[in-house]
C-alpha cells in the first residue's frame, strides 16, 4: 500500500484546511485509516482514524469538534477537514494506514506527510 498526501500548507488562525490522502496498491486490505501529527520535539500523536467498511470515527480529544474524518472508498481517498485552526495545530500530518494481512492485523503503512503551519 502507497500512501500520498496533500492539502498542506500556511494559514492564519480560526482559517481551515483540508487534507486528503490517497491510497493504492492493496487498498481491499485497509482495515483503517488514520491521521497523525507531529510537531517538532513532541511525539507523533494519532488525531483521527476511520474504519475503511463501516465508517467508525475516533477523533483525540484536541481536535475534537473542529475536526472532519472521512473517507470515499470509490476513490481510495481519505480525508481530514479541519476547521477554526489554532498555533497549536502545526505539525506535520501523516497518513497512516492499518493493513491486513491475510485475516492478521496489521501491518503499518505511512504516507510522507504534509506541514501545516497556523500563524496567530
Not at 59 to 68: E, I, N, Q
Not at 91 to 110: F, N, S
Amino acid at each position: 500500500v502507497q500512501l500520498v498526501e496533500s492539502g498542506g500548507g500556511l494559514v492564519q488562525a480560526g482559517y481551515s484546511l483540508r487534507l486528503a490522502c490517497v491510497a493504492s496498491g492493496s487498498t481491499f486490505s485497509i482495515n483503517a485509516m488514520n491521521w497523525y501529527r507531529q510537531a517538532p520535539g513532541k511525539q507523533r500523536e494519532l488525531v483521527a482514524t476511520i474504519t475503511r467498511h463501516d465508517g467508525r470515527t475516533y477523533y483525540a480529544d484536541s481536535v475534537k469538534g473542529r475536526f472532519t474524518i472521512s473517507r470515499d472508498n470509490s476513490n481510495n481517498t481519505m480525508y481530514l477537514q479541519m476547521s477554526s485552526l489554532k498555533p497549536e495545530d502545526t505539525a506535520k500530518y501523516y497518513c497512516h494506514a492499518e493493513v491486513l494481512r491475510g485475516t492478521i492485523c496489521c501491518d503499518d503503512y505511512w504516507g510522507q506527510g504534509t506541514q501545516v503551519t497556523v500563524s496567530s
